[in-house]
């Protein structure tokens, strides 16, 4: 089969396309003929630092954590899934290919209503939401939620998310375009970081959850904005993973902060989140309540420019790439 493989650490350039062996699904997997898969920044860390990233085997690392497509096998102890299931999937790695194999616990069926390609924009963001605004956060209905960066994939389904669940949104994006295009999904309220201080404009907002992407400076500005008792998840922290807050704050407001990496959790913790997230998120799919953004999609083999494009920060929404 072929696949996108990170040849060394580098830019996107570093990206090619190679014949490579077709997966053989254990007896608990199943082997996915892929549609599409989605880009991810996870995807970018590990093409830049495969040392750390790519556990060791950069020649044979294959990136992509989540794509959809057709079974077109199962594992001898696969019970829940048969030949021709068409699925989303979340993964650990290899969705840039023809073929993954993949927990069958971890597969979910395409939405209602959503095509078998878009439906590779699924997976991460709704388990990656699910598990840290809804499970550590504990996001209820009629709290108010922010969501730093809101129109990436992360940001575009979050927000879609908890306005089905019954809360207020909130989130801050730097251009007028993306501010334009947030308003009309009905977020609440949308900030222009670059014009304007979130923490100034949301200080007597009492904020009860926040997943922030960004880090540094923002995380003592986000637990200055949180309600008592609020909550503040970390997925990422691209402006800084080193932080100063005051601790005075936590303790005086009773906060927690907390945050996750996805793609580590273990296959136990990624049933039950698919498990929850086909339960309570699903339905708002059917329900025409959420759907995912796609920004653009690139052939496979073009993997390159999908990373530069999502390199730039200018899209919004998710980035695919379609195999076949």
Same mark, same amino acid.
């Given at each position: 089969m072929k696949a996108i493989h990170i040849t060394k650490s580098g830019g996107p350039e570093v990206l090619q396309l190679q014949e490579t062996p077709k997966p053989i699904p254990a007896e608990n997997q199943v082997l996915i003929k892929v549609k599409a898969a989605g880009v991810n920044r996870s995807d970018i860390i590990t093409r830049k630092n495969t040392d750390t990233y790519g556990k060791g085997s950069p020649t044979t690392l294959?990136? !992509?954590? @989540?794509?959809?497509?057709?079974?077109?096998?199962?594992?001898?102890?696969?019970?829940?899934?048969?030949?021709?299931?068409?699925?989303?999937?979340?993964?650990?790695?290899?969705?840039?290919?023809?073929?993954?194999?993949?927990?069958?616990?971890?597969?979910?069926?395409?939405?209602?209503?959503?095509?078998?390609?878009?439906?590779?924009?699924?997976?991460?963001?709704?388990?990656?939401?699910?598990?840290?605004?809804?499970?550590?956060?504990?996001?209820?209905?009629? @709290?108010?939620?922010?969501?730093?960066?809101?129109?990436? !994939?992360?940001?575009?389904?979050?927000?879609?998310?908890?306005?089905?669940?019954?809360?207020?949104?909130?989130?801050?994006?730097?251009?007028?375009?993306?501010?334009?295009?947030?308003?009309?999904?009905?977020?609440?309220?949308?900030?222009?970081?670059?014009?304007?201080?979130?923490?100034?404009?949301?200080?007597? @907002?009492?904020?009860?959850?926040?997943?922030?992407?960004? !880090?540094?400076?923002?995380?003592?500005?986000?637990? @200055?904005?949180?309600?008592?008792? !609020?909550?503040?998840?970390?997925?990422?922290g691209m402006k800084s993973m080193d932080v100063n807050i005051n601790l005075r704050t936590i303790m005086a407001k009773n906060l927690t902060l907390t945050g996750s990496f996805l793609k580590p959790q273990t296959a136990e913790v990624k049933t039950q989140i698919a498990k929850d997230v086909e339960k309570n998120i699903w339905p708002m799919f059917h329900s025409k309540q959420i759907l995912p953004i796609i920004y653009k999609t690139f052939p496979l083999a073009e993997a390159a420019e999908a990373h530069r494009l999502m390199e730039g920060s200018e899209h919004i929404g998710k980035i695919l790439l379609t195999v076949g």
């Open positions: 294959i990136p !992509g954590l @989540e794509v959809s497509g057709e079974i077109t096998e199962i594992g001898s102890a696969v019970t829940d899934k048969k030949v021709g299931d068409k699925v989303c999937a979340l993964i650990a790695d290899g969705g840039y290919a023809e073929y993954v194999a993949v927990y069958s616990s971890h597969c979910l069926p395409i939405p209602e209503g959503i095509s078998l390609t878009d439906a590779a924009a699924i997976p991460e963001t709704v388990f990656t939401v699910w598990f840290n605004v809804f499970h550590l956060g504990k996001l209820q209905p009629g @709290e108010k939620l922010l969501i730093h960066g809101g129109t990436s !994939g992360i940001g575009t389904m979050g927000l879609q998310m908890a306005k089905a669940w019954g809360c207020k949104t909130y989130t801050t994006a730097g251009s007028e375009d993306k501010i334009d295009f947030l308003q009309k999904m009905g977020v609440d309220k949308v900030i222009n970081y670059k014009k304007e201080s979130f923490e100034e404009i949301l200080k007597d @907002e009492n904020i009860d959850v926040i997943l922030d992407m960004v !880090g540094g400076d923002y995380t003592q500005k986000n637990l @200055e904005i949180l309600n008592k008792k !609020g909550r503040l998840c970390y997925i990422n």
